[in-house]
């Protein structure tokens, strides 16, 4: 054999080798950087996305605290936007017939020294961006939906709110937990198919009273579980006093400012009611009658003085009805035509004085009262356009300014008119944008003023100098950057206030299906039992098949049974006659010798034939009739 002893090749591999020449060489710090993004990856992969991270330095939180809080920085009056624009402005209004430059910048040495009283020109210079040291230089919005605001309403502490609207919802909002996104915790239907009409919080902020367009209120606690709920009066009553409850929609409701445990509410049905938390709702303790000309009156609006000795009431023909009260009685002090006959009055307040009220009507005016003094009022402010019936008005804390809502049908823009108490001059006009401010409401410990208007939206105005907490913490609460292992579910059962358990699978259905879930239930529909269908086999949920619907009435419908209170008792009786004639066995063998045989009647009963009239003759004797008739 001959052997090729030729060289063999070597093989190539320089397809396999990459070439590194064209690409730069990473320096260290891009390596580290691509090792820390790997890094985060894989720890948001495993759910430790916050593990190791840095804690930020506290000057990088206060820079960012002052970023969010610039975003909510209201425009400063001196620099107004142009009235295309939709953003909100605060418009001052002179109050002479000359104002100096440094008076139209918000620098008004005099308005200030009324309000905060002798400061040094330090707290003066911190407090260049509020104007008439209100809490007006900054606001957030929260929205509620899409129908207007109603009513709203703080607790003492001012850490949770309640907003109420035409969209039959109330919602809760808490300041500590809340972030930039300023969502509502929770959300209730208090009673379905009728608007929120009111919501006012216990002096205590344990509860709150809810009166919506029906006659019935419901008493709740501060996370919306129903305590109990009033009852309905008599309606074919007509002095209201007799009856137990409101007969008509509630409009208002009132705390007593001593007595934690007593409240007040009023309605259309022309009543102002006392009522006692331990009563539960059942019977209220005093009614006040408002009547006018002999005839009832609805009442708009209803609220008590400091001392609780009084309350004042707003009806809907223009009157203004104060009322002494105690724990047993509400009387008629005085009734006052205070507005015009065709206009409803929203509102009415006393100041803490007890002598002074002031009155909001539909007639477009703002008014204050003497109480002992009723016929003239003291101060009239016109011009102020009022759409809703349930605008509000209130004093300021320090009540030396009085605060309420503009609203138009014409849909022109809305805003809230800060009014100089002494002198009920316009001082400022804040702007709220192209909606209406309809309730407003100025928080003591907050220092915040809100206002509920029109296109469902609240707006919270503040200032970070003068307010505290409140709006000041959610505005500069990031929200928590959303976690790839975060279960959704759970997120939406703590954002809805569910526990694991209890109502956590409910959430993946639609309203529709919760709705017809409430229906198919007999207790939470109210719906009396249907009785078990004969297709269902013997029973159903302990439940027997038939008429009955207990076991107790089953024994009782069987044993009680008599199968002959169908029959006829001759047929009966004469299906035995053969029988005991060849086999007599009862008492027929004592009598066989001495008894006759029986015969019996088998003719067919006669009809009865009427009976002969009588007729008397002159002389008085009777004649039967058809003798002497020729």
């Keep these: 054999f001959a052997i090729n002893m030729e060289e063999k090749k070597a093989r190539d591999f320089t397809h396999l080798i990459q070439d590194f020449s064209a690409e730069p060489e990473q320096t260290m710090e891009e390596k580290d950087e691509e090792e820390d993004a790997e890094m985060a990856a894989m720890k948001s992969m495993l759910g430790f996305g916050s593990f190791g991270a840095k804690e930020e330095s506290t000057e990088e939180k206060e820079k960012k605290k002052k970023d969010l809080l610039n975003k909510a920085k209201r425009q400063h009056p001196s620099t107004q936007p142009s009235a295309s624009s939709s953003t909100s402005t605060t418009t001052p209004t002179t109050t002479a017939a000359t104002m100096d430059t440094e008076e139209e910048e918000g620098q008004i040495d005099n308005h200030d020294d009324d309000v905060e009283g002798d400061k040094d020109d330090g707290a003066d210079d911190e407090r260049d961006d509020s104007v008439l040291g209100m809490p007006i230089s900054h606001e957030v919005t929260l929205t509620h939906g899409s129908k207007p605001i109603t009513s709203i309403t703080l607790d003492p502490s001012g850490s949770r709110l309640i907003t109420a609207s035409a969209d039959y919802e109330i919602k809760f909002w808490d300041f500590n937990s809340m972030d930039t996104r300023l969502r509502s915790f929770r959300s209730l239907l208090p009673q379905e198919g009728y608007p929120v009409k009111c919501v006012e919080f216990s002096n205590t902020g344990d509860g709150f009273v809810c009166g919506t367009g029906s006659s019935l209120y419901k008493v709740m606690d501060r996370d919306g579980v129903t305590a109990y709920e009033s009852l309905r009066g008599d309606q074919y009553i007509y002095d209201r006093k007799h009856t137990k409850g409101h007969v008509s929609a509630v409009t208002s409701a009132c705390w007593h400012p001593k007595f934690k445990d007593m409240y007040i509410t009023s309605s259309h049905d022309g009543t102002v009611r006392s009522w006692k938390l331990e009563d539960s709702g059942k019977k209220s303790c005093a009614v006040g009658l408002a009547r006018n000309k002999g005839k009832n009156t609805p009442v708009m609006y209803a609220s008590y003085n400091r001392s609780g000795n009084m309350i004042v009431s707003g009806c809907e023909d223009g009157l203004i009805i104060v009322f002494s009260a105690t724990e047993k009685m509400i009387r008629q002090k005085s009734l006052t035509q205070c507005h015009a006959a065709d206009s409803e009055v929203t509102c009415v307040k006393f100041a803490a004085d007890g002598r002074r009220i002031i009155s909001r009507a539909t007639d477009g005016t703002l008014k204050m009262w003497d109480v002992y003094a009723m016929k003239k009022p003291k101060h009239v402010l016109d011009d102020l356009p009022c759409a809703y019936n349930s605008t509000t008005c209130v004093f300021s804390p320090d009540e030396k300014f009085v605060l309420t809502g503009t609203s138009s049908k014409e849909q022109v823009e809305g805003s809230i008119v800060i009014v100089r108490t002494e002198t009920f001059v316009k001082e400022y006009q804040v702007g709220v944008g192209p909606r209406a401010p309809i309730c407003v409401l100025w928080h003591l410990k907050l220092n915040q003023i809100l206002a509920g208007c029109s296109d469902g ?45 209890k109502g956590i699978f409910d959430l993946k259905k639609t309203a529709k299906g919760r709705k017809e879930k409430a229906r198919r239930d007999s207790r939470a529909s109210k719906k009396p039992q249907e009785p078990v269908r004969g297709d269902r086999g013997v029973g159903e949920g302990g439940r027997l098949r038939g008429f009955s619907s207990s076991i107790s009435q089953y024994i009782a419908a069987r044993t009680a049974y008599d199968p002959t209170r169908d029959q006829d008792p001759r047929e009966e009786i004469l299906k035995y006659a053969d029988q005991a004639e060849k086999e007599p066995f009862f008492i027929a063998t004592a009598y066989s010798k001495t008894q006759p045989e029986p015969v019996y009647d088998m003719a067919e009963p006669k009809e009865d034939e009427p009976k002969l009239k009588k007729h008397k003759r002159p002389d008085g004797r009777e004649l039967w009739k058809g003798e002497g008739e020729e």
Excluded at 476 to 486: E, G, I, V
């Design 457 to 501: 939206s609240v707006k919270i105005f503040f200032d970070p100098k003068i307010s505290s907490k409140g709006a000041t913490l959610c505005a500069t609460k990031r929200a928590r950057s959303p976690d790839p292992l975060d279960l959704h579910l759970a997120t939406v059962a703590a954002h809805e206030g569910y526990a694991w358990g």
